[in-house]
C-alpha cells in the first residue's frame, strides 16, 4: 500500500514556473515507478512524465522542453518542475506510483496502482 500527497499547485500567470511535489509513505518496491498525470474538466487524464528504475526519464512531447521530473528518494518526494506555463497547462495533478510491468506504457495511467488526490494548476493569461 502506499498513500500520495501532492501539494505546490495554485495560481500562476501565463509565462511562470511552478514546483509540485508528491510526498510517498508506504510500501517502496510500489515506488519504483512514479509519473505525473494531469485532468483538465472534461478531458481525458494525460500522462507527463514519469520516472522508473535508475531513474530513467520519461516525458510526453506537449511538455517535455518545459517539464522536469525528479526525485529524493531519502525523501520519497517526486517533484514536477514547470516551466513557461501556459493557460492550457491549467488542471488537476495528480502523481502515481506502481511497480510492475504490466505492459501499459509509464505515460498511461493503468501502468500505475496508486494515486494522489491531486493539486490544481491554474494558469491566466
Known amino acids: 500500500q502506499v498513500h500520495l500527497v501532492e501539494s505546490g499547485g495554485g495560481s500562476v500567470q501565463s509565462g511562470g514556473s511552478l514546483r509540485v511535489s508528491c510526498t510517498a509513505s508506504g510500501d517502496r518496491d510500489s515506488m519504483l515507478y512514479m509519473g505525473w498525470f494531469r485532468q483538465a474538466p472534461g478531458k481525458e487524464r494525460e500522462g507527463l512524465a514519469a520516472?522508473?528504475?535508475?531513474?530513467?526519464?520519461y516525458y510526453a512531447d506537449a511538455v517535455k522542453d518545459r517539464f522536469t521530473i525528479s526525485r529524493d528518494n531519502l525523501k520519497n518526494t517526486l517533484y514536477l518542475q514547470m516551466n513557461s506555463l501556459k493557460p492550457e497547462d491549467t488542471a488537476m495533478y495528480y502523481c502515481?506510483?506502481?511497480?510492475?510491468?504490466?505492459?501499459?506504457?509509464?505515460?498511461?495511467?493503468?501502468?500505475?496502482?496508486?494515486w494522489g488526490q491531486g493539486t490544481q494548476v491554474t494558469v491566466s493569461s
Open positions: 520516472i522508473g528504475s535508475g531513474d530513467k526519464t
Open positions: 502515481a506510483s506502481g511497480r510492475y510491468n504490466n505492459g501499459w506504457t509509464l505515460l498511461q495511467s493503468a501502468r500505475y496502482t496508486y
